[in-house]
């Protein structure tokens, strides 16, 4: 398997793009991330009247058509547009024209995504047209477009990359292990170049309700949308749904440099655990989210003390804030204390299998910027949520060096990135 192996490559980072609820494109998202914007409002795709979460952090102003063919419009899931729209303005900032790539190096471009629910929305809409005596408005193509598999191999196709085209879905680490996995193909010179990063888009009436069912979203803040995602403060009461894409241009930093390609950051650790415990809770102990940060500081021969920047999960539940913090405890000692850290998922809302991905673009403001985006509406201190979150405003830190990603999801499971400046 591993033949031609002989030294690992470095891999950076050198385009990204998103489509997100507080801005379309990088320098808006980053731009909201300051000035600490929520995404979270009244929703609007669908009636919510009779529905006990009237809220979610939803995509306002995206134009989803111009995105796609006439004739595929009716094909695909929501996230196709998404994903697409983020990975344009991710090929475009790395300055990459992909209409004048050769065949050996589209064979050498890949292509890999993370996503929790990928297609499910449009699933339920095809169940609602076969159901509701519209059977005309059914897609011909709703098995292959309600398959997570597909999502990936809309991008290649689009762009004519003939490099492996795969799905990661584990859960709201998608994202996360989709972009160690594109990196990791990278390093064993699998592959040059990789489009990676994650989307998802759960805003739909059958998703809402099954959230609903399992009590983890908030019911307190319909009336203040943008208010409600208050990830570590003591009166949260949990997730607000969102979605976006968050894509990525990844290659070899020997490549980025003889392009003189801009460089975002270096990936350089990741770590992944399995607590092994419950569908989706995690164990009060911390110690496995904790190890998987260890692992990624190992891999990228960190120590704890050289981490500037964490960028938490922070899903808003009572549970998962705790458990998080006690991780980061575990993970870094007294350091922990002193390492400022954020939530993006109190501006954006928790975009499942896009979580990871968006936490990296957060993290790239930091790298790039010197700035640390805020953890908005931490409103009342949490004794048992006592680190230093950056409650509220954003701040400025001088040269962030080396930044920790932090992703728990359904089924605990773990997983952390290391990203650091070159």
Request: charged share 20%.
């Amino acid at each position: 398997m591993f033949n031609n192996f002989v030294k690992p490559r470095r891999v950076v980072i050198t385009g990204f793009g998103c489509v997100t609820p507080i801005g379309i494109g990088r320098e808006n998202f980053w731009t909201a991330l300051r000035h600490g914007e929520s995404g979270v409002r009244q929703i609007e795709s669908f009636d919510v009247s009779d529905s006990k979460v009237k809220i979610a952090a939803e995509i306002k102003g995206f134009d989803w058509e111009a995105e796609l063919n006439a004739k595929d419009r009716k094909h695909v899931s929501r996230t196709v547009p998404l994903a697409l729209r983020a990975a344009r303005e991710a090929v475009k900032d790395a300055k990459i024209e992909t209409e004048e790539l050769s065949l050996a190096e589209r064979q050498n471009f890949g292509v890999v995504l993370g996503t929790g629910g990928g297609g499910l929305e449009f699933t339920e809409r095809q169940y609602k047209y076969w159901f509701t005596g519209e059977e005309n408005k059914a897609s011909v193509y709703t098995i292959p477009a309600s398959t997570h598999g597909g999502l990936s191999s809309e991008l290649s196709m689009v762009f004519g990359l003939h490099g492996l085209s795969h799905i990661v879905s584990t859960g709201c680490t998608s994202s996360t292990d989709a972009i160690a996995y594109a990196a990791q193909n990278i390093a064993l010179g699998k592959h040059d170049f990789m489009l990676t990063g994650g989307v998802d888009a759960p805003i739909a009436r059958g998703i809402l309700e099954g959230f609903n069912l399992m009590t983890v979203l908030t019911d307190d803040w319909n009336d203040e949308p943008q208010r409600a995602s208050r990830p570590f403060s003591a009166n949260r009461s949990g997730i607000v749904l969102g979605e976006g894409a968050w894509i990525f241009v990844l290659e070899t930093l020997d490549g980025a440099l003889s392009r003189n390609a801009k460089i975002y950051a270096e990936i350089k650790g990741y770590g992944s655990t399995c607590d092994a415990y419950h569908r989706v809770r995690l164990q009060e102990n911390g110690n496995e989210p904790a190890r998987a940060m260890q692992i990624a500081m190992q891999d990228a021969n960190v120590s704890p003390e050289e981490i500037d920047y964490i960028n938490l999960h922070g899903t808003s539940t009572q549970l998962n804030d705790r458990i998080e913090t006690q991780a980061v405890k575990n993970a870094f000692g007294k350091r922990a204390y002193k390492i400022p850290a954020s939530a993006t998922k109190s501006q954006i809302g928790h975009p499942q299998g896009a979580s990871g991905a968006a936490g990296i673009g957060a993290a790239l403001l930091a790298l790039n910027e010197n700035i640390i985006a805020p953890t908005i509406n931490l409103d009342v201190p949490d004794e048992e949520c006592d680190l230093d979150y950056t409650p509220n405003a954003a701040k400025e830190k001088a040269d962030v060096k080396i930044a920790l990603c932090n992703c728990i999801g359904f089924g605990s499971k773990n997983s952390a990135l290391i990203l650091g400046k070159i």
